[in-house]
């Protein structure tokens, strides 16, 4: 109400939405909710009709005669909420037409597609910082049930969002009971995952590394019995759909799926999640597995692991810019600017999201900006923005391998599992949870503190700047570090070459 921008972090099913349309009721003009599903919007318009406040959705799907229909509704002022895609918000007519109509707040749900790293990752999320200043610069509200705090920062700083009020609720889901398995091969896993699961009373989520291998599990567990259906990008969008809805229906006792499957997947009583294989970080695995005993009663989270797995993941942060996109991008603007993005691409004639990256990195690499009239290039040579854009790319690299590494951590601890992956958050404890597998085991003999740098110590080391001490042993202590990732480190190392600083103690 006081127009400030805020992040919100809190779990689904903890009323994220009221924080938007309680004030949005009140305010004096229309509320902008950008959602990746189209699903989602339905389900938010409909809760909103029926308690009597006007919404409509604008999006590529609707037929020309029910979209002319929503515009009449919002410029009539029989519409206060607008959900929409951020593909359509990137449209810069569609942009222009509600400029016109004054947006008094900006909602931007499921932020934390904006973090280049992981499954969820939309790059034209990274244009709404663009589509706010084409709309007036209203303030916005972002929502995220799951955020590490490397990933609210990127956040804050791609929305650039202004003196942003955070609000983080609690990560910690006691319900789930965490457990790892070790495997040594495929047909092991194979073996061992479903046995796994004819043990588990449904329903439940089993995600797999690849589509083949949905169908191959979901085959595998029907010949026991089970009803099964697999999920993955590759089926058609009614497939997709029918597995949807039987799941939330009751009528399948485990889905199969690749990472495609769960966002906006709100079915209570799931009584388990297991990952046949490892995925790609630990900012994936914790929003799979909070789909996960959403009624609060007791689930479980199994983890399939072979270290080999992470080697996938390390080949996604390899990252491989489209330097002929970048070259044209650059040299255009340079001939002229500002330019439209809807223009631009006309202008290129290019299609995709080669483009939205292109675009994307070269404003990352503060090489071109965005203004309310277009695009525009800073005073900086076609090849030095190109190179520019590549070291920027590199650094990336860099912090996200460190994600794939915290994976390893959390699979190959001796210690509790749920706080490492707690510390991973941002939510640091030194209290064992006694509902994961090394704490049933007596093995979590962890002490309070590392050597003189107890649990969330601020540190600072010459080449990694400033960081924080997120979980300690006898032996090592892993440190997040704003601007370089996680680091696990030798507490004899750091003490005898004196590698890190104590800043100040929590």
Same mark, same amino acid.
């Given at each position: ?17 009221? #924080? ?7 305010? $004096? ?14 389900? *938010? ?15 590529? *799907? ?27 918000? @990137? ?8 400029? %016109? ?35 007036? $610069? ?19 700083? /791609?929305? %650039? ?13 006691? %319900? ?13 896993? *194979? ?125 996604? @942060? ?23 993005? &809807? ?9 995709? /999201? ?5 675009? $994307?990195?070269? %404003? ?94 601020? #540190? ?11 979980? &300690?042993?006898?032996?090592?202590? &892993?440190?997040?570090?704003? /601007?370089?990732?996680?680091? @696990?480190?030798? #507490? ?13 103690? *929590?």
């Amino acid at each position: 109400m006081r127009g400030q921008d805020t992040l919100v972090i809190m779990a689904t099913g903890s009323g994220k939405s009221a #924080v938007y349309q309680v004030p949005g009721i009140h305010l $004096n003009g229309i509320v902008v909710v950008i959602s990746p599903l189209i699903a989602l919007q339905h389900d *938010q318009i409909k809760a909103l009709e029926d308690v009597g406040i006007g919404a409509v959705a604008i999006n590529s *799907q609707q037929r020309k005669r029910d979209l002319t229909a929503a515009w009449d509704r919002i410029r009539s002022g029989g519409a206060q909420f607008v959900f929409a895609t951020p593909e359509q918000l @990137t449209d810069d007519e569609i942009a222009s037409a509600l400029d %016109e109509l004054n947006v008094a707040l900006l909602v931007i749900d499921e932020a934390h597609c904006i973090s280049a790293w992981g499954h969820d990752f939309r790059p034209e999320y990274l244009r709404l910082a663009g589509v706010r200043r084409a709309l007036g $610069n209203p303030p916005i509200a972002a929502l995220t049930a799951t955020a590490s705090p490397p990933v609210r920062q990127e956040i804050i700083q /791609r929305l %650039e969002l202004r003196n942003a009020h955070v609000v983080a609720g609690g990560f910690d889901r006691p %319900e789930i009971s965490l457990s790892l398995e070790h495997v040594v091969d495929a047909q092991d896993r *194979q073996r061992r995952v479903v046995e796994h699961i004819l043990e588990l009373n449904g329903p439940g989520l089993v995600y797999a590394a690849t589509r083949k291998d949905t169908h191959a599990y979901a085959d595998a567990l029907a010949q026991h019995g089970l009803r099964t259906a697999s999920y993955h990008a590759g089926l058609r969008r009614s497939a997709r759909d029918e597995v949807h809805n039987a799941f939330l229906a009751d009528e399948v006792d485990a889905v199969v799926a690749t990472s495609a499957f769960g966002m906006g997947v709100d079915k209570p009583n799931v009584r388990y999640v297991v990952h046949a294989a490892a995925p790609d970080s630990l900012d994936t695995y914790y929003q799979q597995i909070g789909r996960g005993g959403r009624d609060g009663d007791p689930t479980t989270a199994t983890l399939f692991y072979r270290s080999e797995d992470l080697a996938l993941a390390r080949l996604f @942060t390899t990252q491989r810019p489209d330097r002929d996109m970048l070259r044209s991008v650059m040299t255009a603007l340079h001939d002229d600017s500002p330019q439209r993005l &809807t223009a631009l691409r006309k202008h290129l004639g290019v299609r995709g /999201r080669t483009y939205i990256n292109a675009i $994307n990195l070269l %404003e990352r690499a503060d090489v071109l900006h965005s203004t309310r009239e277009g695009l525009v290039a800073r005073d900086v040579s076609v090849d030095e923005s190109i190179d520019r854009a590549i070291d920027i790319t590199r650094q990336g690299e860099e912090f996200d391998r460190t994600r794939v590494e915290m994976l390893r951590e959390y699979a190959e601890t001796a210690h509790c599992r749920r706080q490492l992956l707690l510390g991973y958050f941002g939510e640091l404890t030194d209290t064992a949870c006694g509902n994961c597998d090394r704490c049933r085991s007596g093995s979590d003999t962890r002490p309070t503190n590392a050597g003189p740098f107890d649990l969330g110590a601020k #540190v600072e080391h010459e080449e990694w700047g400033t960081g924080e001490v997120i979980d &300690t042993s006898t032996d090592r202590l &892993t440190v997040r570090f704003e /601007r370089h990732g996680y680091r @696990t480190l030798s #507490v004899g190392a750091v003490t005898r070459h004196q590698l890190l600083a104590t800043r100040s103690k *929590q």
